[in-house]
């Protein structure tokens, strides 16, 4: 099916003239919104990947530290050769990005993000760097590291977390940044020629469908280069479950709700940017709710017929 947003398949298939298939690497990182003991942090945060095993031994000091850094690239090349051959024999895939997924990926000191990004891109060859990251980890430093990789073959994008435009849901959601942070980092990633792809998350227990458009005017005004859209999904062991058993209710998006609401932001959203991600996937053994959601196929042609029933495409109501 062809849907009237610009899919990232597309990007990649014009960009380098065949898919690209990303190689997900959990590298360690931790993040400086939650504390060691796991509390704190945004109240939708399960700490899923807070296997920071070797984080936390580097935490010691002297020669113990650096065996356990060595370790952490072991597991790095580890994770890689793993993602290769997956690739290449579920998609015989030809070129593979490398992905900084879990965590914080730009939470380290500057020589250390440097041998953990040199390391792994000496294992392979990558037509992509893509890192994750959150908008308060972003300084001129990093920026600078990052776009130190870039060349004619690779870009290097970068993933940060806003959420949501409001800074009172911000507030709310305990994602300890605002808007100007989100602001400032994106600007400072564009001097630095490197592309910015932005997670926004549907919560309708704080924000309104007006806010979800100020949030795409927001990527709009930015030149934001791609987007992932998200509902909110209630894991096992947050903040958010806590609510949600002590009150009983909650407001998500339903079905027909999250379809709509997609629709109405692609067509607001500029044609020029590229669209990762339309919806949240999580394993059932974390998910609490929403408990039955359409697979990813569903959920992606009903958004596009909502959008024909409109008669919108991308960027119409821009
Ligand atoms: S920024 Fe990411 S890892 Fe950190 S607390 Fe929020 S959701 Fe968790």
């Not at 000091?61 to 993602?83: V, Y």
């Amino acid at each position: 099916m062809s849907y009237p947003w610009y899919t990232h398949a597309e990007y990649l298939l014009s960009r380098y003239g065949e898919r690209v298939y990303r190689i997900g690497v959990d590298a360690g990182f931790s993040c400086p919104n939650r504390n060691c003991d796991r509390s704190g942090g945004c109240i939708y945060c399960d700490g899923t990947g807070a296997v920071a095993v070797y984080q936390r031994e580097e935490e010691k000091s002297g020669e113990k530290a650096e065996g356990a850094f060595l370790k952490r690239l072991c597991s790095i090349e580890e994770q890689i050769e793993r993602g290769k051959k997956f690739i290449r024999y579920r998609y015989k895939a030809k070129l593979a990005s490398l992905y900084f997924q879990s965590w914080s990926n730009t939470f380290a000191p500057v020589e250390k993000l440097k041998r953990i990004y040199d390391h792994a891109l000496s294992l392979g060859s990558f037509s992509e760097l893509v890192i994750s990251t959150r908008p308060d980890l972003l300084s001129d430093e990093v920026c600078s590291l990052l776009a130190s990789y870039k060349s004619p073959e690779r870009e290097v994008w970068v993933e940060v977390g806003l959420q949501t435009s409001s800074d009172e849901t911000l507030e709310k959601i305990n994602r300890g940044h605002d808007r100007k942070c989100y602001i400032d980092a994106v600007k400072r990633l564009h001097q630095y020629g490197l592309k910015v792809c932005t997670h926004l998350l549907l919560m309708p227990c704080f924000d309104r469908r007006s806010t979800y458009l100020e949030s795409i005017a927001l990527i709009n005004e930015l030149g934001v280069e791609a987007v992932k859209i998200h509902n909110l999904h209630i894991t096992h062991h947050t903040k958010m479950e806590e609510f949600f058993l002590k009150e009983g209710c909650i407001a998500l998006s339903s079905i027909r709700r999250h379809v709509s609401d997609v629709a109405l932001m692609l067509a607001h959203l500029h044609s020029s940017c590229i669209v990762e991600r339309l919806m949240a996937e999580t394993t059932k053994a974390r998910l609490l709710c929403p408990k039955h959601f359409p697979d990813k196929r569903d959920i992606l042609e009903m958004i596009a017929r909502e959008m024909e029933r409109n008669g919108w495409v991308q960027g119409c109501l821009e």
